[in-house]
T-cell receptor, first 106, second 114 residues
Framework: GQNIDQPTEMTATEGAIVQINCTYQ??????LFWYQQHAGEAPTFLSYNVLDGLEEKGRFSSFLSRSKGYSYLLLKELQMKDSASYLCAVPNKFYFGSGTKLNVKP | DTAVSQTPKYLVTQMGNDKSIKCEQN?????MYWYKQDSKKFLKIMFSYNNKELIINETVPNRFSPKSPDKAHLNLHINSLELGDSAVYFCASSQEGQNNSPLHFGNGTRLTVT
């Protein structure tokens, strides 16, 4: 089975950096996905990690440690529009964590 | 536009009724899914179909019956609706066999059972 944990909610200031963590326990591993979901909208794909290390994509980066069952999403230069829920999903994208609601304040 | 489209966007109905939600994708994907997102925003998989064959059924009551007439369509029929069925239902698609193929979601159907 799958067990995925994320913090429920975080608050950060515009322009700052925030790290959203995800820990997982899974019987199989084929990669980890991060999605963003704005209120009232569908989730959209942000990143995919299958090997250990950091994947950078503009202001967003995602890190994976397979041995620790741990990933994080790093958001730099926060903007108000980054206020959303961030969901991690493993192993074959079927199962999602409960999501972390990020509030960005001016 | 290439997309996953589902209808209707909103559905308000009374307990005991039967309703259907339709989903179509024109991305050429071979796998489609139904997810339920409750009031606590937890996104839970219900069903997955690969090339019209059911591959995942996550302990969903048998009042819920998915139907896939072809690999581009996955509809969800719900019988005898209950208050607890109120949620947002998302359809999604991806390409099986490609581990890095992300899910593409439809815009969701907000079901309210009164």
């Amino acid at each position: 089975g799958q067990n995925i944990d994320q913090p429920t909610e975080m608050t950060a200031t515009e322009g700052a950096i925030v790290q959203i963590n995800c820990t997982y326990q899974t019987s199989g591993f084929n990669g980890l996905f991060w999605y963003q979901q704005h209120a009232g909208e569908a989730p959209t794909f942000l990143s995919y990690n299958v090997l250990d290390g950091l994947e950078e994509k503009g202001r967003f980066s995602s890190f994976l440690s397979r041995s620790k069952g741990y990933s994080y999403l790093l958001l730099k230069e926060l903007q108000m529009k980054d206020s959303a829920s961030y969901l991690c999903a493993v192993p074959n994208k079927f199962y999602f964590g409960s999501g972390t609601k990020l509030n960005v304040k001016p | 536009d290439t997309a996953v489209s589902q209808t209707p966007k909103y559905l308000v109905t009374q307990m005991g009724n039967d309703k259907s939600i339709k989903c179509e994708q024109n991305l050429g994907h071979d796998t489609m899914y139904w997810y339920k997102q409750d009031s606590k925003k937890f996104l839970k998989i219900m069903f997955s179909y690969n090339n019209k064959e059911l591959i995942i059924n996550e302990t969903v009551p048998n009042r819920f019956s998915p139907k896939s007439p072809d690999k581009a369509h996955l509809n969800l029929h719900i019988n005898s609706l209950e208050l607890g069925d109120s949620a947002v239902y998302f359809c999604a698609s991806s390409q099986e066999g490609q581990n890095n193929s992300p899910l593409h979601f439809g815009n969701g159907t907000r079901l309210t059972v009164t």
